[in-house]
């Protein structure tokens, strides 16, 4: 449409396809909106787009001041650009037309910390400000997506009605909550990114042991994926995946999948989860391994030679003698099985990482609720979400969702497929880093005494960091050396 004189309730700058797709989805859902964009011909394409689209609410401004003014006050900006430096060229110009009481919205995968940073800043003008997740790719923008908006509360309440509506909607409400305060919305984002990658690396291990260990074509892994699509794995990413499967390639022959090239790329919200956790001591191992497999994919030159040199040096491939003679029916249901037991460790560990966080920022987040908002609408989102909400309904508490009654007893009904699959995959020389890291997690959660204590043995020996004892209180200190060797007592 063309600009109107009636008021836009929101505005939103930044017409990439994501800019473009959410503001469509707000005018669909009756609120008028006003866009801009830098580079004007986006602006165009998405005020046609408005009219293809069934003549929706959706106004084109070609300057800063012309589309703030544009919009009903208390005004509500959402911003959807890339992040880091052009968030606040993009906050500058616009911020310059707003008046106190407006607030900004960042929808990008920004970091937490540039979040608040800006949430200051823009308070000496007296304005509000959102940091918002918002997970579902372009489809989810367009049609529902999950958000995670964190900051001002009074702002969240000026547009509550608006997200609620444009957001992805379950039988339990729409996908969208207060998160928190500060950069929250932010920092949860970035952790659902970080569990997206520990579920994508687990679903490519799965594919590559039935692929090559049980020898299935791409067809029967397209129906496998299917099936498991019926059934607890349902999940946004295990129904792709089955699609994949299915598509030719339309340049040559067999499957498009086959074709593409093993190297993986990464935007770095990965990156920032590993380093999260480490910052706050949270063991995240399947997520970590899931990163060090998309570095470890980078190297394809360097993968292809050591192939080569490790051949030569005697290496043989145990691949093909796996293939023949396995029971596939049951390989199948095994893998089914590791896969979702790895599934779980890879939600805990994101979990835990968001409570250290929580406790660390007082953001008092409610993990119940973070499930059910990504029942629908983003990457992650799966049947199982429900069971975990339902887990910190019942103890919001929950140290892991490990100790969760009825996740603790699925974990052990399915420990032995996937030690089976896991152990097979060694021997194949296939690695599955992904179901090792959650394996060993989950082996070294559940047992009352680790070696830790040798550990802690040579730490005192060589650097006299003390240790505390099982049978009575206090930090102790011994002369390892000098008692071993005969010489000097206990301290």
């Known amino acids: 449409m063309e600009a109107s004189t009636a008021l836009s309730r929101i505005g939103l700058a930044g017409l990439a396809v994501m800019g473009q797709n959410l503001a469509l989805n707000v005018a669909e859902k009756g609120f008028p909106i006003s866009v801009y964009n830098r580079t004007t ?22 300057s800063p001041r012309e589309f703030v003014l544009s919009i009903q006050r208390p005004r509500s900006v959402v911003i959807l650009v890339k992040a880091g430096a052009p968030v606040d060229q993009t906050i500058a110009a616009l911020s310059d037309h707003m008046e106190p009481g407006d607030c900004i919205i ?12 800006r949430m200051l800043e823009v308070s000496n003008k007296g304005l509000l400000y959102l940091g918002m997740g918002v997970s579902g790719g372009e489809e989810g923008a367009r ?17 509550k009605d608006i997200l609620e509506k444009v957001a992805a909607q379950v039988e339990d409400g729409p996908c969208v909550t207060y998160i928190g305060e500060g950069g929250s919305g932010n920092f949860v984002k970035m952790v659902h990114n970080g ?12 594919y590559d042991v039935l692929k090559h ?8 892994l397209a129906e496998i994926f299917a099936e498991w699509n019926r059934g607890e794995l349902e999940s946004f990413l295990i129904e792709i995946t089955s699609d994949i499967f299915r598509v030719k390639d339309d340049l040559g022959d067999g499957y498009l999948v086959d074709k593409i090239l093993d190297k993986t790329g990464m935007k770095g919200t990965g990156k920032w989860t590993v380093q999260q956790a480490a910052e706050l001591s949270v063991a995240a191992p399947t997520i970590a391994a899931s990163l060090d497999c998309r570095y470890l994919s980078g190297l394809k030159e360097e993968r292809e030679n050591a192939s080569e040199v490790l051949k030569q040096a005697g290496l043989k491939e145990e691949v093909g003698s796996f293939a023949q003679g396995i029971d596939k029916k049951r ?33 008092n987040l409610n993990f119940g609720e973070l499930a059910r908002i990504w029942k629908g609408g983003c990457i992650i989102r799966a049947v199982f979400l ?43 020389g296939i690695s599955t880093p992904g179901m090792c890291a959650s394996l060993a997690y989950f082996d070294t959660y559940m047992r009352a005494r680790l070696p830790a204590n040798l550990v802690q043995a040579q730490r005192d020996l060589f650097g006299a960091h003390t240790y505390e004892r099982i049978d009575r209180p206090g930090s102790f200190h011994t002369e390892w050396k000098k008692v071993a060797h005969g010489v000097g007592a206990l301290n």
């Open 41 to 62: 011909s986006k602006v165009d394409e998405t005020v046609k787009r408005a009219q293809d689209e069934g003549q929706l609410p959706l106004f084109g401004h070609y």
């Open 106 to 117: 960042d929808g990008g995968n920004e970091w937490y910390e540039n979040t608040e940073r």
């Open 143 to 159: 049609y529902g997506p999950s958000l995670m908006p964190g900051g001002s509360h009074q702002a969240y309440t000026n547009i």
């Open 195 to 206: 569990i997206e990658y520990g579920d994508m690396q687990l679903i490519s291990e799965a």
């Open 213 to 220: 260990v049980g020898g299935l074509s791409n067809d029967e």
């Open 331 to 363: 390989l199948i249901d095994d893998v089914r099985q590791a896969l979702y037991a790895s599934k779980i460790c890879s939600y805990a560990q994101g979990m835990n990482l968001l409570r250290a966080k929580s406790v660390e920022k007082g953001w």
């Open 386 to 428: 429900d069971r975990i909400k339902k887990a910190y309904q019942r103890n919001p508490d929950l140290a892991s969702l490990l100790v969760d009654p009825e996740f603790a007893r699925e974990m052990v009904q399915r420990q032995a497929a996937w030690r089976r699959v896991v152990g097979l995959a060694i021997s194949a």
